[in-house]
């Protein structure tokens, strides 16, 4: 779904509990920086929560805070033949050609720091 915009509701979403979780933690405190953790295979639009961080933000301590997002890359683990190996999309299988495969990194989405204004 998205709003007129083009901007995913989903991103939106987010964007506002990442904005109430550091408010709710850091009080009237002024943001400088934050920044967040969204792996490749999160099904995040690392883009589109650039683009709400700016809206979301107004009036708010976060208002005019830098945003900067880490992307980890997609790993798995084969639990057929033991292999680790990238993965750029859920549907991409091991080598050996098994699909029974434990995610080790790529799903994350999480508030790694937040700097505050001295």
Same mark, same amino acid.
């Given at each position: 779904?998205?709003?007129?915009? &083009?901007?995913h509701?989903?991103?939106?979403?987010?964007?506002?509990?990442?904005?109430?979780?550091?408010?709710? $933690?850091?009080?009237?405190?002024?943001? $400088? +920086?934050?920044?967040?953790?969204?792996?490749?295979?999160?099904?995040v639009? #690392? =883009?589109?929560? $650039?683009?709400? %961080? =700016?809206?979301?933000? !107004?009036?708010?301590?976060?208002? &005019? #805070?830098?945003?900067?997002?880490?992307?980890?890359?997609? $790993?798995? +683990?084969?639990?057929?033949?033991?292999? /680790? %190996?990238?993965?750029?999309?859920?549907?991409?299988?091991?080598?050996? &050609?098994?699909?029974?495969?434990?995610?080790?990194?790529? !799903? !994350?989405?999480k508030? +790694?720091?937040? /700097?505050?204004?001295?």
């Open positions: 779904m998205h709003d007129r915009g &083009g901007v509701l989903h991103e939106m979403a987010i964007t506002q509990s990442v904005v109430h979780a550091v408010c709710d $933690r850091m009080g009237d405190a002024q943001i $400088r +920086r934050i920044c967040l953790e969204i792996g490749t295979l999160s099904g639009v #690392a =883009d589109s929560v $650039r683009f709400c %961080f =700016d809206l979301i933000t !107004e009036g708010t301590p976060l208002e &005019g #805070a830098s945003l900067e997002i880490i992307q980890p890359t997609g $790993r798995a +683990r084969c639990r057929d033949c033991g292999a /680790e %190996f990238a993965l750029n999309d859920l549907l991409v299988l091991c080598e050996c &050609g098994s699909a029974n495969r434990e995610l080790l990194a790529g !799903e !994350e989405l508030i +790694r720091e937040v /700097e505050v204004m001295a």
